[in-house]
């Protein structure tokens, strides 16, 4: 509409002289199942009327098949896979609680005991004859403490086991389970051998001296592997490894400690040679060593 003068008569321009372009509407969805356009090839709107897709080149089929990162229009592909099991450090979390709770408990009840044995094991103390006796004398402590040998002791035994790679590395609780039971019978025989030869030779005194260092010797490496133990548990790979070396120098050198100790105690009870205190170490501590590790590596490399 356009004003002519100021005689305020209107008129109506004419479509002739002014082209008129048909309104332009874009398609719009209007049903969810299906897709629908509107044809806008004059102002008013037509019939609506589904897409066509006949005109297209290439057929469905063809543009599936083409996409080479899909194997669309091929054979199905069997892919085997175990079920993902993330890895759960929960149970070792908790026995470690538990060791070092168990270890406090003695700590705070037979705290005299524990006194004691380090005063007895760090000086030299054989000579103690006093101290020596109050140890004796205490026997459900030190029945505790020895638990925690085999307890610390199978459990690092698993450890060296898995950082080794002897066995396998998901079956840690059984290897756990192996090296506590053959700390237990291998010191439960020892004691038996012993007391059984005390009484043949007419030396127990020798020998309930000799059990004493070696117990003692025991239950200090039992103390000594737990810190050990809960570095090796959560620790990075240097840290273990720095962790592991440290251990096993320190494991030996308490036992040389026993060997002395206990040299030097029998070759005053009985006078034994040096010679005889070698062959004794053979036979009784070195090679049933040596045969249930080689016992236990056998099973190992079969069984995995």
């Known amino acids: 509409m356009k004003a002519a003068g100021d005689s305020g008569i209107v008129k109506r321009i ?19 199942d299906s897709v629908k356009v509107y044809y806008t090839d004059s102002i008013r709107f037509s019939a609506v009327k589904p897409v066509d897709f006949s ?15 899909f194997n669309l229009n091929g054979k199905a592909i069997h892919v085997r896979s175990e079920r993902y099991e993330p890895v759960s450090y929960d149970g070792m979390f908790y026995l470690l609680v538990v060791l070092l709770f168990y270890f406090a408990i003695i700590r705070l009840f037979f705290a005299k ?18 101290l020596r006796e109050q140890v004796l004398q205490s026997p459900f402590p030190s029945l ?4 925690l040998f085999i307890l610390s002791g199978g459990l690092y035994g698993a450890f060296l086991a898995r ?7 998901g079956h840690f609780w059984l290897h756990f389970f ?35 260092v070696v117990f003692m010797t025991n239950k200090i490496i039992g103390i000594f592997l737990l810190p050990f133990v809960v570095l090796i548990s959560f620790a990075g790979q240097a840290v273990t490894e ?13 036992y040389v400690y026993r060997f002395v100790a206990s ?4 070759h005053k009870e009985i006078k034994i040679s040096g010679l005889h205190f070698f062959l004794y170490l053979c036979a009784l501590e070195i090679a049933p060593l040596l045969l249930i590790y080689k016992v236990l590596v056998t099973y190992l490399e079969k069984a995995y």
């Open 14 to 32: 004419s479509t002739d002289s002014v082209p008129v372009k048909p309104a332009l509407r874009k398609p719009v969805r209007a049903n969810v």
């Open 55 to 69: 005109h297209l080149p290439l057929t469905w089929m063809e543009i599936l098949s083409s996409q080479r990162y």
């Open 113 to 130: 005991y524990l006194a004691n044995l380090f005063t007895i094991f760090f000086r030299a103390s054989m000579r103690q004859q006093q």
């Open 144 to 147: 505790l403490l020895n638990s």
């Open 163 to 169: 950082f080794y790679h002897f066995g396998d590395p």
């Open 178 to 212: 192996y090296v506590a039971v053959i700390l237990t019978v291998l010191y439960l025989f020892k004691y038996l051998i012993l007391r059984v030869t005390g009484w043949i030779f007419n030396i127990s005194r020798a020998v309930d001296t000799y059990l004493f």
């Open 242 to 254: 720095i962790s592991i070396t440290l251990s096993i120098i320190m494991v030996s050198i308490f």
């Open 263 to 266: 040299y030097s105690t029998l």
